[in-house]
């Protein structure tokens, strides 16, 4: 008893959403077609995904970003380097793999020069950075590469409709960080000596990850129908490069989508439920959006709303706003939390605070000019 209560602890999305595809199945019992209609290409993309980030996380694929890190010699630039560090990464390697590079390094470097009172604060504006930084491209959130997936447009028209949520979020950022130094903006941190790379990687090894990196972003701006060779060119890949990579790979993230995908495809064939949601999701997509992801989080609600949204623009809008509200919005304010908790055990109430108060802030001044914006259709 003690272990499963144990394991609802630790994985409690994975826990939330197999409890929610149980009681789905109840609603609406399970058929051939309600399993086919599951969105394989999705969970197949995901795994792909995760396969090779390990392979950038074992061989330091991103290192050059660590080392140039510790040549920052004042706290604000050091600070806006690692936050649009995060910024930047999380279009191309997920939002939470972004965190999980950048996090620990932010950690790392400003303990190594003593200003372990800044961490708090500048990791919180990174989960800011990812969440807000992810939105500009199809690739950069689960709910985007699952939103990107429905929808028939182009990757460039995809990220123009979201670059006024971009560019307008890396201003406030600017701000948010200034503010934060504001009383010495040339404050001091030495951490240039202290900081040692990580084993030697091989070139062989970067350049093949790259390779099937680029083979899984070619699955996604196509489209093509081909993705589950695309699957196996990259299991391929990464079992003649490391194998052990397999054990590496997050399985209970794409669990917890199956799960997910479940519910949402038996709630959906469910015709009561299908007309009350439809009824009163349509033209309140955006509230809808940030209201039930924090009890499920984005990426599930992001899943769930979908067959019963009208207007694409506020459900998308809505669920890459809705991390900013609290820890459970997003997977990625999880991750952060964890990696956090791991370093300073027992500070987790110190997370959430200052989390809660720099996020909020930020929420406050977005959420009314992205409701306004959702009224720009996608198409």
């Known amino acids: 008893m003690k272990t499963i209560i144990n394991i609802i602890k630790k994985e409690m999305m994975l826990s939330i959403s197999l409890i929610a595809a149980i009681i789905s199945l109840f609603i609406t019992p399970p058929s051939a077609e309600l399993f086919k209609n599951l969105d394989w290409r999705t969970l197949g ?8 980030l390990e392979g950038f996380k ?9 080392k140039l890190a510790s040549r920052f010699n004042t706290m604000p630039k050091l600070s806006l380097f690692l936050i649009f560090g995060v910024f930047f990464t999380s279009m191309f390697v997920t939002n939470d793999v972004s965190l ?17 009172e800044y961490i708090l604060p500048v990791i919180s504006m990174e989960n800011i950075a990812a969440i807000r930084g992810s939105l500009l491209t199809p690739f950069g ?5 699952f939103l990107y997936g429905q929808i028939d447009v182009s990757v460039w028209h995809f990220s123009l409709h979201m670059l006024p949520l971009c560019a307008s979020s890396a201003v406030l950022l600017i701000i948010f960080v200034l503010v934060l130094y504001r009383k010495n903006l040339k404050e001091k941190i030495d951490c240039s000596e202290k900081n040692k790379g990580g084993e030697a990687s091989s070139l062989k090894k970067k350049a093949s990850y790259i390779a099937l990196f680029l083979v899984v972003l070619l699955v996604i701006i196509t489209r093509t129908t081909y993705w589950p060779y695309a699957i196996l060119i990259v299991m391929a890949g990464i079992l003649f490069t490391d194998r052990s990579i397999f054990k590496k790979v997050d399985y209970v993230l794409i669990l917890t989508f199956l799960c997910f995908f479940i519910f949402s495809s038996s709630i959906a064939a469910n015709a009561k439920i299908a007309e009350f949601l439809k009824s009163t999701v349509s033209n309140n997509e955006y509230w809808w959006s940030i209201a039930l992801s924090q009890l499920i989080s984005n990426v599930p609600s992001t899943i769930v709303l979908y067959p019963f949204t009208e207007n694409f623009s506020a459900l998308i809008y809505g669920a890459d706003t809705a991390g900013l509200v609290s820890l459970i919005g997003s997977l990625a304010s999880v991750i952060n939390y964890r990696i956090y908790v791991r370093e300073y055990p027992g500070k ?12 909020w802030a930020f929420f406050i001044i977005v959420v009314i000019p992205g409701f306004l914006l959702s ?5």
Not at 100 to 116: A, C, D
Not at 141 to 145: D, E, F, I
Not at 375 to 379: D, G, L, M, S, V
Request: aromatic share 12%; no cysteine; proline share 5%.
């Open 45 to 52: 993309v995901l795994f792909m995904m995760l396969l090779v």
């Open 58 to 66: 074992r061989e330091n694929v991103l290192d050059p970003i660590v």
């Open 100 to 116: 999980i590079i950048i996090v620990p390094l932010t950690i790392l470097l400003f303990k190594q020069g003593n200003k372990e």
């Open 141 to 145: 959130s689960p709910q985007n590469l």
């Open 348 to 359: 987790g109430k110190a997370f959430i605070k200052t989390f809660t108060l720099i996020s």
């Open 375 to 379: 009224r720009w259709k996608f198409y």
